[in-house]
C-alpha cells in the first residue's frame, strides 16, 4: 500500500497519559498536515510541515499537543496529561509541495478516546 | 479566514436519479476548492479540485462540479446516483496562498435502491 498509512488506528487512554501518534506519508510528498475530526464536523486543520520545517500552528494545537517530523519523512504527534475534549479522529494528509496546487492525500486517521 | 458552508446534513436520493450537495464558501482572494469523499472505516478520499480555467470541473466516480464565482458556490453533482455513492462528503476551501484546508461540517448522501 504506497498511500498515507498511520498508526495506531485505535488508542484508549487514562485521562492525564499522554499518547503519541505515527504518521507515514506518501513516500515522494514533502508537505505532511495534520487534522482533527470530531463527530458530526468536517477535519479542523491543526498543523503542517515542508519537510522537517513546521512551518504553521492552528491556535487549536494548545501547548499539550506537540509534533516532530525529524528527517521530513515520518510525523508524530503527542498529546501530553490528554483529557476528556481530545477524544477525535485524528487525520494525517501529505501532499507534494509544487505548482498547481496539488490535493493533499489522507490516512485512515486515529481515533482517540479519553477515558 | 476562509469558511464552508454546507448547508444540507443529509441528502436522500433513488438510485439513477441525479444527487447534488451544495457547497458555499467564502475566502479572502482567489480560491482553490475540493471535494472529498468518506466511507465508513476509510479515510478521506479525494474527488475532484477546482485551480483555474473551466469551472466545471470532472472528477473520480462520475462527479462533476460547478464552479460559481458570483455564487461562491461550488456544488458538486452526479447524474445518475448509485446505490455504492452513499457516504459522507465534504466540501474544503484554501486560499490560493496557503495550502491548509478548511473543511465543512459534511453531508451525508443515502442512495436507495
Known amino acids: 500500500d504506497t498511500g498515507v498509512s498511520q498508526n495506531p488506528r485505535h488508542k484508549i487512554t487514562k485521562r492525564g497519559q499522554n499518547v503519541t501518534f505515527r504518521c507515514d506519508p506518501i513516500s515522494e510528498h514533502n508537505r505532511l498536515y495534520w487534522y482533527r475530526q470530531t463527530l458530526g464536523q468536517g477535519p479542523e486543520f491543526l498543523t503542517y510541515?515542508?519537510?522537517?520545517?513546521?512551518?504553521?500552528k492552528s491556535r487549536l494545537l494548545s501547548d499539550r499537543f506537540s509534533a516532530e517530523r525529524p528527517k521530513g519523512s515520518f510525523s508524530t504527534l503527542e498529546i501530553q496529561r490528554t483529557e476528556q475534549g481530545d477524544s477525535a479522529m485524528y487525520l494525517c494528509?501529505?501532499?507534494?509541495?509544487?505548482?498547481?496546487?496539488?490535493?493533499?492525500?489522507f490516512g485512515q486517521g486515529t481515533r482517540l478516546t479519553v477515558v | 479566514a476562509q469558511s464552508v458552508a454546507q448547508p444540507e446534513d443529509q441528502v436522500n436520493v433513488a438510485e439513477g436519479n441525479p444527487l447534488t450537495v451544495k457547497c458555499t464558501y467564502s475566502?479572502?482572494?482567489?480560491?482553490?476548492l475540493f471535494w472529498y469523499v468518506q466511507y465508513p472505516n476509510r479515510g478521506l478520499q479525494f474527488l475532484l479540485k477546482y485551480i483555474t480555467g473551466d469551472n466545471l470541473v470532472k472528477g473520480s466516480y462520475g462527479f462533476e462540479a460547478e464552479f460559481n464565482k458570483s455564487q461562491t458556490s461550488f456544488h458538486l453533482k452526479k447524474p445518475s446516483a448509485l446505490v455504492s455513492d452513499s457516504a459522507l462528503y465534504f466540501c474544503?476551501?484554501?486560499?490560493?496562498?496557503?495550502?491548509?484546508?478548511?473543511f465543512g461540517a459534511g453531508t451525508t448522501v443515502t442512495v436507495r435502491a
Open positions: 474544503a476551501v484554501s486560499p490560493s496562498n496557503d495550502y491548509k484546508l478548511s
Open positions: 494528509a501529505s501532499s507534494l509541495a509544487s505548482r498547481g496546487h496539488p490535493e493533499a492525500f
Open positions: 510541515f515542508q519537510n522537517e520545517a513546521q512551518l504553521e
Open positions: 475566502v479572502s482572494g482567489n480560491p482553490y
